[in-house]
């Protein structure tokens, strides 16, 4: 193969590797396969670099995780100079982030914006995937890397009627760069995850009026966002290696505390006191509590009560509060992070409506019709979440060796090795697939870790003199027996989630991530590597 340092060039149509998106894993896996040489082109819908940080400008839009750790470590310069405004930096700051490191490390010219993938081939003669994209340019490489997200293919809703509808409709997951002027105007908003969260109070603050449709309720922690301090900026920069190597060590990949093992094991009065500081703390800090959440439903159960007690007395309607208490157990859907969210449904201009039983009737061309009663509205905002982890892989037509489509061969649900590569899928790599932790963990240390794994891989094989690694089939089916038994012990599959497909329609109910932790993930990782590429036929 030619790994010969190569002068980007857009007009040439082979390349050693091709990126797919430039969000957080897309532009870090370019600049790791550049310093190796090879040639590289990553494609992007979007007009800019940023991925999810890109797309979800909706109102109140933020990331849940403590930025200073939210962050690359790769660059130690890039994590010194880099300053975050808030604990809970918003969309524009994380966009913002995303540029300054396209410019800092002169990512832009091998990326090609507006320009969608749409298919993938694997010729397997020639050792080399052809990529095809939306404009109909057909580009070939010897490597195909998905950086295609988690969170990124759209789910829109399927309920009746909604293309009828008269008013303006937005999905939280692509909202214009414009801002929306809610002022004056009847507001409805279906979803109650994360971005319905985070956008309620914002959309209230604003609009005449807000319908939320709530189909399940979620735990919502406050986050207590505020400006970080001079001081505090500067110890966390000074002691940075030590933290973040501490927070590589933990479940999540992230700097939480654990109060113990287990909640059973102390008594109600401490282990209220210890929930009372992680409320007081905010964000995701309190799903670290304890180490038996996940395994003991009585365990669980005392922090489900706690915060369900919190919003029985935040919101001032018991009607309303009961309703806003989540039925399933706590962790077994996705934590958020709020600001003002139990509060903004005691203002007036704020009305919930509970489908979890009978669903959305439809939309008409007025407004959103449930139980046979039609609430006039002038906007639509569908905070409706995604196709998780698998989605936007699923969305390109990928055909591997004899033309076997991905498609068909996760009809069951994703088979991978590790996340990171795919029996039958030579020299394609997934950066947080399927089977891998990604959305259970801090995602920038993830990504980092997968592509450190694969730049590692593809210099392995060019000192080796090889130009084609496939996962093995028995490899990858014990790998993918274990995410799953791993999964199925879980609390997790108590109830209907996205980690486990069941928010899209006919998907079939298989866990996505890799519940088995972020340092038993890593180890395994090392280990396959340092044993040759164990599991993957190299050749
Ligand atoms: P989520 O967490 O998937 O939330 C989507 C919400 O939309 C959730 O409340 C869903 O209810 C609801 N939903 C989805 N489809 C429908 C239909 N057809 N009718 C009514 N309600 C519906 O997506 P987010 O964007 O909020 O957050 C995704 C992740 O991004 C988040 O976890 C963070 O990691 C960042 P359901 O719960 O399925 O009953």
Same mark, same amino acid.
């Given at each position: 193969m030619s790994m010969a340092a190569v002068e980007p060039d857009?007009?040439?149509?082979?390349?050693?590797?091709? /990126?797919?998106?430039?969000?957080? &894993?897309g532009m870090y896996q370019l600049y790791r396969l550049r310093q190796l040489g090879l040639s590289v082109r990553v494609f992007e819908t979007g007009t800019s670099v940023g991925g999810t940080w890109y797309w979800n400008r909706y109102p109140g839009a933020r990331v849940d995780t403590e930025t200073m750790f939210y962050s690359y470590q790769f660059s130690e310069a890039l994590q010194q100079e880099w300053d975050w405004p808030e604990r809970y930096p918003a969309q524009a700051d994380l966009a913002a982030y995303a540029r300054h490191v396209a410019d800092r490390f002169e990512l832009w010219p091998d990326i090609q914006f507006e320009t969608r993938v749409d298919a993938a081939r694997w %010729? %397997?003669?020639?050792?080399?995937w052809t990529v095809?994209?939306?404009?109909?340019? !057909?580009?070939?490489?010897?490597?195909?890397?998905?950086?295609?997200?988690?969170?990124?293919?759209?789910?829109?809703?399927? /309920?009746?009627?909604?293309?009828d509808f008269a008013g303006e409709t937005y999905h939280t997951a692509h909202w214009p760069a414009d801002s929306v002027d809610f002022a004056g *105007?009847?507001?409805?908003?279906?979803?109650?995850?994360?971005?319905?969260? !985070?956008?309620?109070? +914002?959309?209230?603050?604003?609009?005449?009026?807000? @319908?939320? $449709?709530?189909? @399940?309720? #979620?735990?919502?922690?406050?986050?207590?966002?505020?400006?970080?301090?001079? %001081?505090?900026?500067?110890?966390?920069?000074?002691?940075?290696? &030590?933290?973040?190597? *501490?927070? *590589? !060590?933990?479940?999540s990949g992230n700097y939480f505390p654990v109060a113990g093992p287990s909640a059973l094991a102390v008594s109600e009065e401490e282990r209220n006191r210890e929930y009372e500081k992680r409320w007081a703390m905010g964000g995701l800090a309190i799903m670290a509590t304890y180490a038996d959440f996940q395994t003991s439903e009585a365990a669980n159960e005392t922090a489900s009560d706690f915060i369900r007690n919190k919003i029985? @007395?935040? =919101? *001032? %309607?018991?009607?309303?509060?009961?309703?806003?208490?989540p039925k399933q157990l706590f962790l077994c859907?996705?934590?958020?992070?709020?600001? #003002?969210?139990?509060?903004? $449904? #005691?203002?007036?201009?704020? @009305?919930?409506?509970?489908?979890?039983?009978?669903?959305?009737?439809?939309?008409?061309?007025?407004?959103?019709?449930? &139980?046979?009663?039609?609430?006039? +509205?002038?906007?639509? =905002?569908?905070a409706t979440g995604f196709d998780a982890v698998t989605g936007a892989l699923k969305r390109i037509d990928i055909r591997g060796v004899d033309g076997l489509a991905l498609r068909e061969k996760w009809a069951d649900g994703p088979r991978t090795y590790l996340g990171l590569g795919i029996a039958g899928f030579p020299n394609l790599f997934t950066i947080t697939g399927p089977?891998?932790?990604?959305?259970?963990?801090?995602?920038?240390?993830?990504?980092? !870790?997968?592509?450190?794994?694969?730049?590692?891989?593809?210099?392995?094989?060019?000192?080796?003199g090889l130009d084609r690694i496939e996962a093995e089939r028995d490899a990858e089916t014990d790998w993918v027996t274990h995410v799953n038994d791993i999964g199925d012990e879980t609390l997790r599959a108590t109830c209907q989630s996205w980690y486990f497909g069941s928010n899209i329609p006919g998907k079939p109910r298989v866990i996505l991530p890799y519940a088995g932790g972020f340092p038993a993930y890593t180890e395994k990782c090392d280990e396959v590597a340092a044993a040759g590429y164990r599991g993957f036929a190299l050749r």
């Open positions: 857009h007009a040439s149509a082979r390349l050693d590797a091709i /990126i797919v998106g430039a969000g957080i &894993a %010729d %397997d003669a020639a050792g080399l095809e994209t939306d404009d109909g340019t !057909q580009v070939t490489a010897r490597f195909c890397i998905m950086a295609t997200g988690c969170l990124s293919a759209v789910n829109y809703p399927e /309920i009746d009627g909604l293309e *105007k009847r507001v409805a908003v279906i979803g109650t995850g994360s971005s319905g969260v !985070q956008s309620i109070p +914002v959309i209230a603050e604003a609009a005449a009026h807000v @319908t939320v $449709y709530q189909r @399940t309720a #979620n735990y919502v922690m406050p986050a207590h966002n505020r400006p970080m301090a001079a %001081d505090e900026v500067a110890e966390i920069k000074v002691n940075y290696p &030590a933290l973040r190597a *501490k927070a *590589k !060590q933990s479940f029985r @007395t935040i =919101v *001032k %309607d018991p009607d309303v509060a009961e309703l806003l208490a859907k996705r934590l958020c992070v709020g600001t #003002n969210y139990y509060e903004t $449904y #005691n203002r007036d201009n704020v @009305t919930l409506v509970d489908i979890s039983e009978t669903g959305i009737d439809r939309i008409t061309p007025e407004g959103v019709c449930v &139980a046979g009663h039609t609430e006039p +509205v002038d906007v639509l =905002v569908l089977g891998s932790p990604s959305v259970l963990t801090n995602m920038i240390p993830s990504i980092e !870790q997968h592509v450190e794994w694969i730049a590692d891989c593809v210099r392995h094989m060019r000192d080796a």
